[in-house]
């Protein structure tokens, strides 16, 4: 029948141990980098749609409710899930700092608009804020990342 196992003269004292293939490590990965940078981004932009950008308060609310967790994330993310984790934070990083300079840049528009609210803050802060997070991002990703065994 062919569903019986080999009748072979061969004694096997242990099961024989699976090897890790190349594609399916290589597909792991690459999961995890495009998971952890969605889930990345989308802690990074939902404070946008429920906390005013155009006031300080609201400013600040959004960096601490979308960022802080997103932190959070990537620290885990890098220590759990080595390069794969750490580097789909910091895509994911990427992309929220993208979101967050031309959202604030829509905000800035205001100042010119009888239509769109005034931002109550300095228009550098708008400049500042995105390149601020992709560089503490990027610091965390490198602080928490756990490298691999056979790597320095």
Not at 118 to 136: G, H
Request: net charge neutral.
């Amino acid at each position: 029948m062919p569903f019986e196992p080999l009748q072979t003269d061969e004694t096997v004292s242990e099961p024989a141990q699976k090897k890790k293939d190349f594609e399916s490590q290589l597909m792991a990965g690459c999961t995890t980098i495009g998971v952890v940078s969605l889930l990345t981004y989308g802690l990074t932009i939902w404070p946008f749609s429920v906390f005013p950008e155009y006031t300080t308060k609201g400013l600040t609310l959004i960096l601490i409710a979308g960022c802080g967790p997103a932190m959070i994330l990537g620290a885990v993310a890098g220590r759990t899930l080595r390069l794969a984790g750490a580097s789909g934070f910091f895509g994911g990083a990427m992309a929220g700092a993208v979101f967050m300079h031309l959202r604030l840049q829509q905000t800035l528009l205001g100042k010119f608009t009888r239509d769109l609210p005034k931002p109550d803050y300095a228009d550098w802060l708008a400049w500042a804020v995105p390149p601020t997070w992709f560089v503490a991002a990027g610091i965390i990703a490198l602080v928490f990342y756990r490298r691999e065994p056979n790597n320095p």
